[in-house]
C-alpha cells in the first residue's frame, strides 16, 4: 500500500468507526431499522419489557413465582414461559449491548470508569428504580412509548412525550442542585 | 494567558457540559479551560458549544476512551 493510500484508509477509519456520527445520520438509521424491526417481527422496537421477563426470570430461578400477578396474565406470561431465547426483545437488548461494546472497541475507546462520588451511586439507583417503574406504568420507556409509540401514531407515545419533557426539566433542576 | 484544568472524569452527560459552561465564565480573556473527560458524548457536546460560543477548540485524544478539550476563551 502506498503511503497515500495508507492516509486515505486511516481517515475512512477514523470517520467510520472513531468519530461521532451526525444526530440525522443516526436518526435516519433508527427510523429504518425499527421499520426493518416491525416487519420482520411484527412488533416495533421496545427495550424495559424484557427487563421485566429478566427479573422475573431471575426471581423464578431463586424459588419465586409471578403466574398470579396481573402482569403476567395473557401474552407477558406467555413470553415468560417461552424463555430467554424465544424472547425477541431480550435478544434485540443482548445485540445493543454487544453491538456497544463492538463500537467502544473498534474506536479503541474502551475504558472501565471510576465512581466519583457516592452521589452518583444514590443517583443511578434512586433514577434506576424511578425509570424501571415509570416504564412499566407508562407501557414502555422512551424507545417503547416515545420512539415506537409516536411513529405508530399511538395517542399514548404523544401524553409520554410531554410528560417526558416535564419530567428531563425537573430531572435538569435536581442534577443541578445535588450533582453539579 | 493560565491554563486551567477541569477534571470531569467518571462525570456523564450533560455535567461536564454544565461544568465546563460554569467554569468558562471565571476565566480572562486569553485563558484556556482544558476539560478533562472520559465520556463519548461530551466529546461532541462540549466542543460543539464551544465552537458556537465562538471560541477556538482543540481536541485530543490523550488514552482509550480519554479525550482533553482546549477551549480558549478568546473574547
Given at each position: 500500500m502506498s503511503s497515500e493510500t495508507r492516509e486515505a484508509t486511516g481517515i475512512n477509519y477514523r470517520k467510520l468507526f472513531k468519530d461521532p456520527w451526525p444526530y440525522w445520520l443516526g436518526g435516519l438509521l433508527l427510523g429504518f431499522l425499527n421499520i426493518l424491526m416491525f416487519t420482520t417481527t411484527g412488533s416495533p422496537w421496545g427495550v424495559t419489557t424484557a427487563f421485566a421477563h429478566w427479573a422475573a426470570w431471575i426471581y423464578q430461578a431463586v424459588?419465586?413465582?409471578?403466574?398470579?400477578w396481573a402482569f403476567y396474565q395473557g401474552a407477558n406470561g406467555k413470553a415468560l414461559a417461552a424463555g430467554f431465547w424465544s424472547n425477541a426483545q431480550s435478544i434485540q437488548n443482548l445485540g445493543i449491548i454487544l453491538g456497544a461494546l463492538l463500537a467502544t472497541l473498534l474506536a479503541s475507546q474502551f475504558k472501565f470508569k471510576?465512581?466519583?462520588?457516592?452521589r452518583q451511586v444514590v443517583a443511578a439507583l434512586v433514577g434506576g428504580v424511578l425509570m424501571g417503574y415509570g416504564a412499566r406504568i407508562a407501557f414502555?420507556?422512551?424507545?417503547?412509548?416515545f420512539f415506537s409509540g409516536t411513529a405508530s401514531m399511538s395517542l399514548h407515545g404523544w401524553v409520554y412525550t410531554l410528560f417526558i419533557f416535564l419530567g428531563a426539566y425537573l430531572g435538569s433542576k435536581l442534577l443541578v442542585r445535588y450533582l453539579l | 494567558m493560565a491554563e486551567h484544568r477541569l477534571d470531569c472524569y467518571g462525570e456523564a452527560c450533560p455535567i461536564p457540559l454544565l461544568k465546563a459552561e460554569k467554569k468558562m465564565k471565571t476565566l480572562a480573556v486569553g485563558d484556556t479551560l482544558v476539560v478533562l473527560t472520559d465520556h463519548s458524548c461530551a466529546m461532541k457536546n462540549v466542543p460543539d458549544w464551544a465552537r458556537k460560543q465562538g471560541y477556538d477548540v482543540d481536541l485530543e485524544e490523550t488514552g482509550d476512551g480519554e479525550w482533553e478539550i482546549y477551549i480558549i476563551k478568546n473574547h
Open positions: 424459588g419465586g413465582s409471578v403466574s398470579n471510576k465512581i466519583k462520588h457516592w414502555g420507556c422512551n424507545i417503547g412509548a | -
